[in-house]
């Protein structure tokens, strides 16, 4: 994986990164853009991801896969956002 990507997740954990691999990097920005677009709202795109990372996190790859793929699919679908965020 991209060196950057490794020394920000081992600056996450002292026991060492998670591991990441290219076919999960890419369905996460898909995710993010998918929800960026479909939203209308680019700040939608990192809650998404975060969102979908902790139903993901303890599980094994091929169940990530899937549910990065639901995900992509449910950020779409969600159509435009009604209102703005409202966090800042």
Not at 28 to 57: C, D, K, V
């Amino acid at each position: 994986m991209n060196s950057w990507l490794v020394r920000f997740a081992a600056g996450l954990r002292e026991d060492g990164p998670p591991a990441i691999d290219r076919e999960e990097a890419q369905l996460i920005l898909e995710l993010a853009g998918a929800a960026a677009r479909s939203s209308g709202a680019r700040q939608f795109a990192p809650l998404a991801a975060w969102l979908a990372g902790r139903l993901a996190a303890e599980t094994d790859r091929d169940t990530r896969l899937a549910l990065l793929r639901r995900a992509c699919a449910a950020a779409t679908a969600a159509g435009a956002a009604e209102e703005p965020l409202q966090i800042d």
